[in-house]
Structure formats: C-alpha cells, structure tokens
C-alpha cells in the first residue's frame, strides 16, 4: 500500500521560509511525477508544484520564483522549498503522486496523498 506523509509546516512571518517534506513508503517514487498541492478554508485545491521522474519541474505563476521542489529517490523524498512566504500562502499543503504520464498540475492525474500540513503565514 503507498502512503505519503507529509511534514514541515508551520507559522510563520510574511517574509520568511519553511521546507515542506513528503515521505513515501510502499512504492519507489523513482518512475513517477509528483506534486505538490495546496487547499486554502472555502477555496479550491490547487496545484503548486511538480516535479517529473527526470527532474523537469512546473509551478503555478503565483509561487515562481519563490518555490522549489526537488526529489530524492535514494530517500523516496520529496521537498518544496518556501521561500518569501506571502499570507496569501496560507493553506493546508498536500504531497501526491501522479498516475498519468506527461507532467501537469491537474488533481485528477493524481492517485495517492497525503494528509496535508498546514501552512499559516502572518502578516
């Protein structure tokens, strides 16, 4: 059974920089894309982050420049990287792999996830 765990969330001032990380057991991650997404209370999830199995990575406009995800398969790990955190990155961010080839940012091309942690950014 494949089941991710994410952890590294927490509070923190607008400015400042977390590393959300997501383990994974029960599968090697190393042939699939994995992502990261996030649900704000009363809005939609949304997908912030992906990274393919040969690296190659894509990222919501809202996060460019201040998100990095990267994987380690010898870890079967993935991280996201906040930097220059905004209030308006408050959310619940979940970890999830992907059952579709090609790489994007669409929830339904994921089959397993995580339970989430939270991500609370102060103003």
């Known amino acids: 059974q494949v089941q991710l765990v994410e952890s590294g969330g927490g509070v923190v001032q607008a400015g400042g920089s977390l590393r959300l990380s997501c383990v994974v057991s029960?599968?090697?991650?190393?042939?699939?894309?994995m992502a990261w997404f996030r649900q704000a209370p009363g809005k939609e999830r949304e997908g912030v982050a992906a990274?393919?199995?040969?690296?190659?990575?894509v990222y919501v406009d809202s996060v460019k420049g201040r998100f990095t995800i990267s994987r380690d398969n010898a870890k079967n790990t993935v991280h996201l990287q906040m930097n220059g955190l905004k209030p308006e990155d408050t959310a619940s961010y979940y970890c999830?792999?992907?059952?579709?080839?090609?790489?994007?940012?669409?929830?339904?091309?994921?089959?397993?996830w995580g339970q989430g942690t939270q991500v609370t950014v102060s103003s």
């Open positions: 029960g599968r090697a991650i190393s042939g699939y894309g």
């Open positions: 999830a792999r992907r059952s579709a080839i090609g790489l994007g940012l669409r929830g339904d091309e994921y089959d397993y």
């Open positions: 990274i393919a199995w040969s690296g190659i990575t």
